[in-house]
């Protein structure tokens, strides 16, 4: 199962993006007449359902969905695009959706919101970053001493296998050898009291 964040992960977190009404993610969806309803009360409908092929030669299918915005006082803030030759009066919105994808991204997203998702992260963060510093710094390790790709993944294979070896080492000595995540940090129960004056 994949933990990895998506690459709009952080951003999504923001104000901005929660109040973005052009986004299809704060658009509500109705499954049952397969069509999204805009801020305004406007309706995108299903038209078109085309098959694309990625550069890494990967085929999804992608639905299109499209509704009228004539007169609509939110255009501007809807549509984006502004290097479009067709005027924004003239201009309808269109969504590109590939639902398969999307199906993905909401596992993963439950995945990385789950406790054993976010205490993965939690360890990722404290762990992983540390490493490079240690190797720049403790080790002395600021630029390779060989060249070529097969020299130079053979020297940052060495130099891991070291790290690896003191690590194993310290945590051997202090009695933590059974320890790979540490666990998140319980938020504290909180006791209100009434002060009677």
Do not use: W
């Not at 069509?35 to 009360?41: A, D, I, L, S």
């Not at 999307?102 to 540390?130: D, H, K, W, Y």
């Not at 296998?161 to 202090?174: E, G, H, P, Q, T």
């Not at 995540?181 to 909180?190: M, N």
Request: hydrophobic share 30%; aromatic share 10%.
């Amino acid at each position: 199962m994949a933990y990895i964040k998506p690459n709009n992960y952080e951003i999504s977190k923001t104000r901005k993006y929660k109040k973005d009404i052009g986004r299809r993610e704060n658009m509500s969806y109705n499954a049952k007449s397969d069509c999204y309803t805009r801020h305004n009360g406007r309706v995108l409908t299903k038209q078109n359902v085309q098959s694309r092929k990625t550069k890494a030669g990967y085929n999804r299918e992608i639905t299109i969905y499209s509704g009228d915005c004539t007169g609509c006082h939110f255009k501007g803030f809807c549509i984006k695009g502004n290097n479009c030759k067709t005027p924004i009066e003239e201009r309808n919105k269109v969504l590109h959706v590939s639902k398969y994808m999307e199906e993905q991204r909401q596992a993963c997203l439950m995945r990385l919101t789950s406790p054993f998702g976010t205490q993965l992260r939690m360890n990722r963060s404290i762990q992983v970053e540390g490493s490079f510093a240690n190797i720049k710094e403790d080790m002395g390790l600021r630029r390779y001493s060989r060249r070529g790709k097969e020299n130079v993944l053979t020297e940052s294979i060495i130099v891991a296998l070291a790290y690896n070896i003191s690590r194993f080492d310290r945590r051997v000595k202090a009695g933590r050898t059974g320890l790979h995540l540490y666990d998140l940090k319980q938020q504290p129960d909180f006791i209100i009291y009434t002060v009677i004056i």
